[in-house]
């Protein structure tokens, strides 16, 4: 695959598809969405309109580091706290299909507004190939699919979605992304859900509960990414397990596990053979940071037949 010309013919698609009018991009600071807002400004510039909804669901620091990422770049991304809105449709639910859902919902009625407010009728979104086979083939519904699962998006949502990554794998994402020569730092990114840290917190995804998983995934990119896995996080269960106090009372926590996986496209993946020094330090930290945390585990499963998040 000659990845210069894939880039050229998608920008002149674009450019082609958005004629003179406006679309808006859907940036959530990964791979897949920096390299299609990229693509967008490099074939309309100022038409593109780039939102970053700042959902809740993020890692520590990332709407602030992905704007200031972007203005490097000579793209201003406009971030719109949205915090809410989110958890309030994600109170009560701890089905993982059902949080999910309630996500997409809320992503695309949330978008709608920011789009229609923009009056742009384009919205680029950066859907790879996973996404598409995954939601088709029933694994889980991707929150950035839609047509692709029977839902009109210009009839429901008032807006055309293009997507000018869904025949690639994170690999080819990565290839475009050097080729329109960004940093090395937003090319070879760990990739991140859409839906965030919702992703990985079982159970109902509280801001209280969040705020333990982004402390977790900081713990686990923190000590393991030099490794160079193709992911690393932290995940909050939903059950909790019998623990004990500095002072040796009886205490009823959470359980918190660190996942870390090698894989080439994300369709398989293998546990990191981490060293049991690291494992222990990842286990002692995410003890002592984290407060009401009673038992650390380390996710020994493969995809498959476990999937690399946990919803
Ligand atoms: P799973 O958990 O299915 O994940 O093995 C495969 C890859 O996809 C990412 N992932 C998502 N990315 N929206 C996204 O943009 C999603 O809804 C979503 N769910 C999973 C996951 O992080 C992994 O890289």
Known sequence: MNYGKFAAKQIENIRRIVGKA???????????????????????????KVIFLDDGL???????????????????????????????ALKGLTDPEEKRKAFRETFYRTFQKAVKATRAPFLLQGTIAPDIIETKGGVKTQHNVLEQIGIDTKKGYSFTAIEPLKTLYKP???EVGKVLRLPESMHQRMPFPGPGLLCRCLGEATPERIAIVRKACRIA????????PFQTFGVLLADRATGLTDDKKRAFGHIVALRCVHSRNAMTAKAARLPWAVLERVRDRMLKEIPGVTKVVYDLTGKPPSTIEYI
């Open 22 to 48: 406006t679309a808006v991009s859907a940036l959530s600071g990964g791979v897949d969405s920096t390299v299609t807002t990229v693509l967008g400004h490099r074939a309309i510039g100022k038409q593109l």
């Open 58 to 88: 993020m890692r520590e620091g990332e709407p602030q580091a992905v704007k200031s990422s972007l203005r490097k770049i000579g793209i201003d991304v406009k971030v719109v706290n949205v915090q809410k809105r989110f958890f309030a």
């Open 172 to 174: 080819g994402v990565r």
């Open 221 to 228: 990119e923190e000590e393991t990414l030099r490794f160079k």
